[in-house]
Structures are given as structure tokens and as C-alpha cells.
T-cell receptor
Framework: DGGITQSPKYLFRKEGQNVTLSCEQN?????MYWYRQDPGQGLRLIYY???????QKGDIAEGYSVSREKKESFPLTVTSAQKNPTAFYLC?????????????FGSGTQLSVL | AQKITQTQPGMFVQEKEAVTLDCTYD???????LFWYKQPSSGEMIFLIY??????QNATEGRYSLNFQKARKSANLVISASQLGDSAMYFC?????????????FGKGTKLSVIP
């Protein structure tokens, strides 16, 4: 079945450590996105990519980095510069960018600080 | 800037009854799309329904319908014949055609609880 796979489901980070969240899709979608969700809040956009080897910052990109070397993959690195990384992270994709293009989401990664 | 407001942090509905979840939005762009997503306790976001700003009729998808009132900038989700499996968080979101990025902006969500 086509879909978006995020791993791991749970991740723990130590102080000063960088961690990478994986996101893979087999939907042949051009656009991919990373969102952060805090308790009682909606989703906030971290980074997005419209094509391979290109990505743009979203509303809360500080302390995060991404790469898009392959169409199927869009990993997110939470760096030590992100002082409050504990949150639920959701990866999404859409066939292309457009007003009516719906996003398909993965099942998320819960990141916690030790 | 675009903004989505969901004023109901939590809602209760009796099984088999209908329920309306409120959503208001703010944008100066005449071209936009409105979405509703469901988030069960498992965490995955599930697409429910879409309404384009130029669509003449309200969108419907099975038990879901969108009450689109453009002049009032509201896009309320109506769930008919509620089921226990409808208990979840529901998010309203908007995508604007301008700015070239088509970012999806989300509201803070409404937690729906269906009572047997």
C-alpha cells in the first residue's frame, strides 16, 4: 500500500545531541512537509520541499535542518540549537503544490528530551 | 497573514446525533482552500473534506459536510449520525493561493467525544 512512513515512533534526545527523524513516501509526490504539534496546539510548519534538492523554511525553522536528496525521502534533524524540542512531529506529502492539494500524513514521531 | 480560529476546545455528542464543529478563517486572498482533518489518538492526520473558495456548492463526503458561508468567513464541519469511532481531535486548515508556497495553516483543533 502507498503511504508515508515515519520512524521511529518514539525518540529520546539528550542535551546537546542532534537527532534525525525519518520520513519516506512511496506516493510519488513532489512536495513534502514537516510539522510540529505541541499539546493543545495546531500544527506549525517547520520546513517544506517542493522538489528534490530544494526546500524552504516554514514558520518555526530555527533549530531544525532538512535535506531532500531523493524524491521519496525528507529527513528532519533536530539540532542542539532547538532548546525546546519535545513535541509530536508529523511528516506529510502532497502530489504537488496547489490550493486544493490535500496533504497525506505519516503516523508521527514523539520526541522527548531526557 | 492567514488565520484559522476554532473556538470550541471540546465538544460532546450523543451517538447517532449530528454535531457541528466551528471554524472561522481570515485571509485577504480571494483564492483559497479549506480542509478538515481528523486526528485519532494514534496521532495520524486523516483528511475528511475540502472546500474551494470558488466552489458554488457546499462539499459533502459521506457523513461529513462543510457548511461554507463565505461572507461570514466560516467553514463549519457537520458530522451526521455520530459514531463512537468519531471521537478524535478535529482540525480546520486553510491553504492560500498567494505567496507562492501554498502553506497549510491549521487551527488549534476541537476535541470531539461521542457518548454511547
Amino acid at each position: 500500500d502507498g503511504g508515508i512512513t515515519q520512524s521511529p515512533k518514539y525518540l529520546f534526545r539528550k542535551e546537546g545531541q542532534n537527532v534525525t527523524l525519518s520520513c519516506e513516501q512511496n506516493l510519488n509526490h513532489d512536495a513534502m512537509y514537516w510539522y510540529r504539534q505541541d499539546p493543545g496546539q495546531g500544527l506549525r510548519l517547520i520546513y517544506y520541499s517542493q522538489i528534490v534538492n530544494d526546500f524552504q523554511k516554514g514558520d518555526i525553522a530555527e533549530g531544525y535542518s532538512v535535506s531532500r536528496e531523493k524524491k521519496e525521502s525528507f529527513p528532519l534533524t533536530v539540532t542542539s540549537a532547538q532548546k525546546n524540542p519535545t513535541a509530536f512531529y508529523l511528516c506529510a506529502s502532497s502530489l504537488r503544490q496547489g490550493r486544493g492539494e490535500k496533504l497525506f500524513f505519516g503516523s508521527g514521531t514523539q520526541l522527548s528530551v531526557l | 497573514a492567514q488565520k484559522i480560529t476554532q473556538t470550541q476546545p471540546g465538544m460532546f455528542v450523543q451517538e447517532k446525533e449530528a454535531v457541528t464543529l466551528d471554524c472561522t478563517y481570515d485571509t485577504s486572498d480571494p483564492s483559497y482552500g479549506l480542509f478538515w482533518y481528523k486526528q485519532p489518538s494514534s496521532g495520524e492526520m486523516i483528511f475528511l473534506i475540502y472546500q474551494g473558495s470558488y466552489d458554488q456548492q457546499n462539499a459533502t463526503e459521506g457523513r461529513y459536510s462543510l457548511n461554507f458561508q463565505k461572507a461570514r468567513k466560516s467553514a463549519n464541519l457537520v458530522i451526521s449520525a455520530s459514531q463512537l469511532g468519531d471521537s478524535a481531535m478535529y482540525f480546520c486548515a486553510m491553504r492560500v493561493a498567494g505567496a507562492g508556497s501554498y502553506q497549510l495553516t491549521f487551527g488549534k483543533g476541537t476535541k470531539l467525544s461521542v457518548i454511547p
